[in-house]
């Protein structure tokens, strides 16, 4: 490390403080200040400059009234998504009309420092490895060798849209490619659904399998069906067809959307996807005008927006639809009451119930006022209830129900056959109505259980006794355990003993499971429809047995929540933002999912976390929330024609939260073209990622990580050879020629080798099969960040970054390459992967630093609290800036709780974490991100001289000595 980067980093901190002092903001005006923040974006946009006019056509309309577009039917006067005359006029389509493939923010240098315009066929780097003397287009310095700073960047690639998207809508039909899934965005429903809910791995569909082989990319959905709206976005509308339910293709079932064809003077509904001329429901029959279009069109949003949802009759119910009973099962074994994890569950319990406002009255929840009697609501979704267990080496139920004096436990001991020891009726309760019960219960049970302590937990019969109490109605449990459950029935015993290094059939062995009762357990809870969402808690990093455990959330379409090492109280916070997470988030219970695809293509595969009993039969997600991604790939049946679009439509059949049976569609519509050339435009990166990355995970069971690794690399090989061969024009050999739309696409392959899902090494097998499942499940977004986290520099922030900017839009710095050549010694980072969050701190922070962030006489990193979760609330402008942005990072988060882990230099456990997510270095056998893109570009060049053989490839493991210097140092070091 030169002193140029300390020097720069004392100046960046010394310069912005020296001046600023006076400017700090008393406490009041601080938080008027963030009360501005807008950071959902929700403010009207300002007016757009005229350089921006040519990338968007009639955008002033969508922009200025985003609300309503479906009260009044107009979409500022451009062409509508349904007023399309359908096949036949391939240039109809108001995203049709776009004729620059160029993003707005791609107008932009691709890289830092890159000056030469970007060439349309891909970007070119130059490699000059293996290939011959070259001129090094962004050679650096006199070796030679490939600059680091000029290969694609990925905090790049996310801020310039980021930045664009905080002033401007995004229009589902006019845009080609979505932005990345990290941007946050505000997007305007056209009738394609949001890339929130769906995004397609190429927009424009090549017309048979032979050109989309030439790409060897992928054709598929990413899907996150039931993604959270932003504020500022119009809420998911629900629509009621009364009895006979939402009109459907009565061949393939597909659900009316903005794309049907109404014929026949509107007597007909011609199917989208099928093609079927089905008759109409008369129930739903109106007159269309000359033109073709329903004249009842603008006031049906089914008609004119792309995700709709449907309320449906009966025969759509397997049983009575409820609202959502939650079950908290809580362990209370010795292990867990030892170690503060049954105190932090009960505590988050309360968190999740009430929020803040747990401890205020002991009424019951009730208020007088006006002789009536007032019950605060609690944060639980509105109809749903509570029930309450815990589970030592017996099972406990508890009657907390209003008309109870005091909370009233009911004892199991029957491991053998467990049943519900009471009835639903008392089991479940209104958490508002029973607050005094429940806040009773949940503070007696740590000290209650503290003078047990009954050494082993007993979970198998426990989740059948919760299974049973919920088997009538479905449901979720959400269940804490902080040991391995090793006694009764379904006991489990240690089988990674860490010993073993490696790859080998072994560890691949302690990836899956073969215990009958917990697979019983879970096809048991699939088909009542429960799911479970597991807190598990490893206090002295021991062995859970997660392969067995979480397998039952994985095949409910439950989550798992893993601390694998667990430490009170600095996980107290974690644990209760995700508590609250988990019963507070959209979700649904019972659910069937199915993805409709138009004739020509077929299904072919899904992944994520889910049951699937047979090929094609739908998807069965007994749990299915805000955060639950998944993937479907697709394969052709014959050539489709260039003269219709393509059309698919994921159907999510769920019972929400409060108790009703709906259906979530969600349409995406691509045209089709002959050649993949035009396809190669339009890439979305996100979606080709979240495939690949879905698919490996899925694999892992079945092969060993090395060939998995090994296939990703050979993929990425196939994908960027292929563009060279087919679609990027004549460029020198010694170049890597990138595709414009999957520029940091080899990053983010670098990443998900590096990941702890895939990565070579040793890796406890309780990490690695949790992170896999956690890939199988991930949204986009979430994925996206776990690949590359997001990592911003605190000690050179400007002083108006963490604030609004004059249109309410929080500012936020734009973010540091993943690799320690970039961090600046004297240097304070956050370093955000959606899992983690860490606060590294260089061993020369300067002190004055340490006193703004954590409070007067904190100026030495020794003197942090090493168990801080959160920032203190200080009147110093760089606290006030952090907290900001530390709000903005939770806001764009997946399911993980946001709560600061330290990474104190030469101090802390953490660092080693760091130093793993610098995904651009070398780190341990895997390759830095230059020697990756070397790797890839020989492997290009192998192929197009018809020397390859993908059997003997170089090795993910293998690395070439190249000469950045001082970037693999410091790992080998740490
Ligand atoms: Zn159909």
Known sequence: MSAAPMQQAYEQYGGQYGGQQQHLQPERSLSRQLSQVSLDGSAQPHARKKKDRHAYHQMD?????????????????????????????????????????????????????????????????????????????????????????????????????????????????????????????????????????????????????????????????????????????????????GETGPPRCKRCRAYVNPFMIFSNGGNKMNCNLCGHPGEIQPD?????????????????????????????????????????RYLFLIDVSAEACNRGFVQGVCDGILAALYGDDVDEEETNGEEESDGETEIKP?????????????????????????????????????????????????????????KNNITSLMKSIPEMFFNIKHAEPALLPSLQAALSALEASGGKIICSLGSLPTY????????????????????????????????????????????????????????????????VAEKTGGETYYFPNWTYPRDLLRLAKELSHTVQRDQGYAALMKVRCSN??????????????????????????????????????????TKTDTYFQSALLYTTTSGQRRVRCTNVVAHVNESARESMKMIDQDAVVGIMAKESA???????????????QEKSIDILAGYRKHFSGSHPPGQLVLPENLKEFAMYMLGLIKSRALKGGHEPSDRRIYEVRLLKGMGAAELSLYLYPRIIALHSLEPEQGFADENGHLKIPHGVRASFSQIEEGGAYLVDNGQILLLWLHAQVSPNLLEDLFGEGCDDLQKIDPNLSALPV????????????????EEGRGSKGLAIQLARQGLDGAEFEFARLLYEDRNGEASSYVDWLVMLHRGVGTELSGQRSKESGDGVGHTITNTISGITGYMSSS
């Open 488 to 551: 009764g029935p379904g006991k489990l015993q240690v089988r990674d003993k860490g010993q073993t290094q490696g790859d080998d059939d072994h560890n691949r062995k302690l990836l899956k499971t073969e215990h009958p009762g917990f697979g019983k357990m879970q096809a048991d809870l699939v088909k009542a429809g429960v799911g479970v969402d597991f807190f598990l808690a490893a206090p002295s990093g021991g062995y859970l047995d997660i392969a067995t455990i979480g397998y």
């Open 378 to 434: 609690s944060k639980v979704p509105a109809g749903a209830k509570v029930g309450f267990m815990t589970f030592d080496r017996e099972i406990h139920f508890y009657n907390v129900s209003p008309s109870q004096p005091a909370p009233q436990q009911l004892v199991m001991s029957d491991l053998e056959d467990p049943f519900a020891a009471i009835s639903a009726e008392y089991l479940f309760v209104d958490a508002a109505e029973s």
């Open 284 to 324: 739903y029959f109106a007159p269309t005008d000359p033109s073709g279009v329903r004249v009842d069109r603008a006031q049906r949003p089914e008609l004119l927006l792309g995700t709709c949802e449907f309320l449906v009759p009966k025969e759509y119910w397997s049983k009575e639809p409820v609202a959502l």
């Open 61 to 241: 309309t969508p922009v200025t009234s985003p609300g309503g577009q479906y009260m009044n039917g107009q979409i500022g006067g451009q062409p509508q998504p349904g007023s399309t005359p359908g096949p036949g006029t391939p240039s109809a389509a108001p995203w049709q009309q776009q004729q620059t493939p160029t993003q707005p923010w791609q107008s932009q240098s691709p890289a830092q420092g890159m000056n030469q315009p970007l060439p349309q066929a891909g970007t070119p780097i130059s490699m000059n490895a293996g290939g011959g003397p070259q001129q090094g287009q962004f050679g650096g310095g006199g070796q030679g060798r490939v600059n680091p700073d000029h290969i694609p960047s990925v905090p790049l690639s996310r801020d310039q849209p980021a930045d664009y998207y905080r002033t401007q809508m995004y229009p589902t039909m006019e845009q080609r490619v979505p932005p990345p899934a990290t941007t946050p965005l505000i997007a305007y429903d056209q009738g394609n659904a949001s890339p929130k809910h769906a995004r397609l791995t190429m927009n424009c569909i090549p017309s048979s399998q032979e050109q989309l082989a030439a790409t060897a990319l992928p054709l598929g959905l990413v899907l996150q069906p039931l993604a959270k709206q932003s504020e500022g976005e119009q809420a998911i509308p629900v629509l009621d067809f």
């Open 874 to 889: 200080l009147d110093t402008l760089l606290n006030a800036q952090v907290r900001n942005i530390l709000l903005s990072m």
């Open 600 to 641: 020509g293509l077929q299904v072919s595969h899904y992944s994520g976390n889910f049951t699937q009993h047979t090929f094609g039969a739908d998807l069965e997600l007994a749990s299915v929330t805000e955060d639950s991604g998944m993937c479907v790939t697709f394969t052709y049946d014959g050539k489709l024609d």
């Open 698 to 712: 899925a694999k892992v069971h079945d092969r060993s990580l090395k060939d998995v690794r090994q296939h990703l």
